[in-house]
């Protein structure tokens, strides 16, 4: 399996990369989808000595232990994407467990670390101290739709002087409006904007490249949440119930 896994790599990182190759070629060279789809599970059967790419099929979500941030690594029309900072990068193999970002602003290169199982446990990044980090494999939060609803309702950040409105939109927790303490909208930023769930209690909102961690009281109802920004981090918002007057916004009891 492991000698199959060497001779095929090559050509199969042709399909999902998309590299450039004269139409003869790709046509010899490039598997059908469905021989990638085989491959693919060849890779995660129990006991194979697999390679990397085996484990991007569906999707892989990491955080840096240091500073909660999210990376996240994905197989996309047949493309591996890396996720970061709110932006999506393809990625460049070098080897089995080693890619390059493409158009990503800093030297930076991603190593995969396999467990003795042959399963992804880290990904190290490598570049400039500003980068320089080790994401450990986490598993991702799924709660469902009913489960959501627990996170609507406006919070009020007292630092920041404004009103986040959460709701449920088409099936997904949504940034739908932010708002004075008087309730005039601010402008300026797309709504609404999809909060992605990463650990528990914990959404990223991507586009804006920030994170809220969601606190809860002894019942487990969601009194507020903390949000990550860039170098600002535990800017705290309290759930409240919007006033019509000027005096917003008191947290709710």
């Not at 939060?141 to 002087?161: I, K, M, N, R, V």
């Amino acid at each position: 399996m492991r000698r199959f896994c060497k001779l095929l790599l090559p050509a199969l990182l042709a399909a999902m990369l998309h590299t450039t190759a004269p139409a003869q070629a790709a046509d010899q060279n490039t598997p059908a989808p469905a021989s990638v789809d085989k491959v693919f599970a060849d890779f995660q059967k129990p006991g194979s000595p697999g390679c990397a790419l085996g484990v991007y099929r569906d999707g892989q979500i990491f955080r840096n232990p240091d500073n909660g941030n999210i990376a996240r690594v994905s197989a996309s029309t047949g493309k591996l994407q890396w996720e970061i900072y709110g932006g999506k990068f393809a990625l460049s193999a070098l080897a089995p467990t080693e890619f390059l970002p493409l158009k990503f602003s800093l030297d930076a290169k991603l190593t995969f670390e396999m467990n003795t199982n042959h399963a992804v446990r880290d990904l190290k990044v490598s570049g400039g101290p500003e980068i320089t980090a080790t994401y450990q494999k986490v598993a991702e939060f799924t709660p469902s739709t009913t489960e959501l609803a627990a996170y609507t309702g406006d919070f009020y950040g007292d630092e920041l002087a404004v009103i986040y409105r959460l709701q449920v939109v088409d099936g997904k927790l949504a940034l739908t409006e932010i708002s004075d303490v008087s309730g005039i909208p601010h402008t300026g930023v797309r709504m609404p904007s999809t909060l992605r769930p990463t650990i528990q209690d914990e959404f990223q909102i991507s586009n804006l490249g920030v994170r809220a961690h969601f606190l809860k009281d002894a019942k487990n109802n969601v009194t507020g949440f903390e949000l990550d920004a860039g170098r600002s981090r535990g800017i705290e918002f309290q759930r409240t119930e919007r006033l019509k007057d000027s005096t917003c916004c008191s947290p709710r009891k």
